[in-house]
């Protein structure tokens, strides 16, 4: 079946302007999560989505970051007014629900959205 | 909070040798552990998990077991290939919302 889809796979953009970025989550998978890799900060959680809902926010930089998700299935995690800190590889996973600390549902990462910042 | 600290590399090996790539967690209770791997120019990938303590998680020839008294989970694999040149990455949740936080990666070139 359909993995997670993420697009596009490349955005290069100009500082100060705003970008949008699409996670298609596996069917079914009511999990979503937002993380980022970069060279400085490795791989790092941004946000966390339990259907529509958002309950945990905490990994998002700055208030320049949102995201979004609808119908629980797509989200788009904007960055507005982009600077150059923000260049990076954007990952979605997804998975069946959260499970807990204990009791793992295993995330399927998609193949990530390379954002470079000029 | 919950942590996880992996060797740095990057680790040269020649193909056939044996593979350790070492992980420490500090961590509330005991969550699952996983391996996550990134091959050259694919999406990241589970590699093998543990849920408790002294399970050995095992998959296309590596393993890792949980150890809760060394609070580690070292990656091992007896002969690597050359197909295994990827980054490796150690990881667990930290909280019931299953995020996960991961190590700063290792990257592992075998060379035939």
Same mark, same amino acid.
């Given at each position: 079946?359909?993995?997670?889809?993420?697009?596009?796979?490349?955005?290069?953009?100009?500082?100060?302007?705003?970008?949008?970025?699409?996670?298609?989550?596996?069917?079914?998978?009511?999990?979503?999560?937002?993380?980022?890799?970069?060279?400085?900060?490795?791989?790092?959680?941004?946000?966390?989505?339990?259907?529509?809902?958002?309950?945990?926010?905490?990994?998002?930089?700055?208030?320049?970051?949102?995201?979004?998700?609808?119908?629980?299935?797509?989200?788009?995690?904007?960055?507005?007014?982009?600077?150059?800190?923000?260049?990076?590889?954007?990952?979605?996973?997804?998975?069946?629900?959260?499970?807990?600390?204990?009791?793992?549902?295993?995330?399927?990462?998609?193949?990530?959205?390379?954002?470079?910042?000029? | 909070?919950?942590?996880?600290?992996?060797?740095?590399?990057?680790?040269?090996?020649?193909?056939?040798?044996?593979?350790?790539?070492?992980?420490?967690?500090?961590?509330?209770?005991?969550?699952?552990?996983?391996?996550?791997?990134? #091959?050259?120019? $694919?999406?990241?990938?589970?590699? *093998?998990?543990?849920?408790?303590?002294?399970?050995?998680? @095992?998959?296309?020839? /590596?393993?890792?077991? #949980?150890?809760? $008294?060394?609070?580690?989970?070292? *990656?091992?694999?007896?002969?690597?290939?050359?197909?295994? @040149?990827?980054?490796? /990455?150690?990881?667990?949740?930290?909280?019931?919302?299953?995020?996960?936080?991961?190590?700063?990666?290792?990257?592992?070139?075998?060379?035939?």
């Amino acid at each position: 079946g359909a993995g997670v889809s993420q697009s596009p796979s490349n955005k290069v953009t100009e500082k100060g302007k705003d970008v949008e970025l699409r996670c298609d989550p596996i069917s079914g998978h009511t999990a979503l999560y937002w993380y980022r890799q970069s060279l400085g900060q490795g791989l790092e959680f941004l946000i966390y989505f339990q259907g529509n809902s958002a309950p945990d926010k905490s990994g998002l930089p700055s208030d320049r970051f949102s995201a979004e998700r609808t119908g629980g299935s797509v989200s788009t995690l904007t960055i507005q007014r982009t600077q150059q800190e923000d260049s990076a590889v954007y990952l979605c996973a997804s998975s069946l629900s959260s499970g807990s600390l204990s009791s793992y549902n295993e995330q399927f990462f998609g193949p990530g959205t390379r954002l470079t910042v000029l | 909070g919950n942590s996880v600290t992996q060797m740095e590399g990057p680790v040269t090996l020649s193909e056939e040798a044996f593979l350790t790539i070492n992980c420490t967690y500090t961590a509330t209770g005991y969550p699952s552990l996983f391996w996550y791997v990134q #091959y050259p120019g $694919e999406g990241l990938q589970l590699l *093998l998990k543990a849920t408790k303590a002294d399970d050995k998680g @095992s998959n296309k020839g /590596f393993e890792a077991t #949980y150890r809760k $008294e060394t609070t580690s989970f070292h *990656l091992e694999k007896g002969s690597v290939q050359v197909s295994d @040149s990827a980054v490796y /990455f150690c990881a667990l949740p930290t909280s019931n919302t299953g995020k996960l936080i991961f190590g700063q990666g290792t990257t592992l070139q075998v060379k035939p």
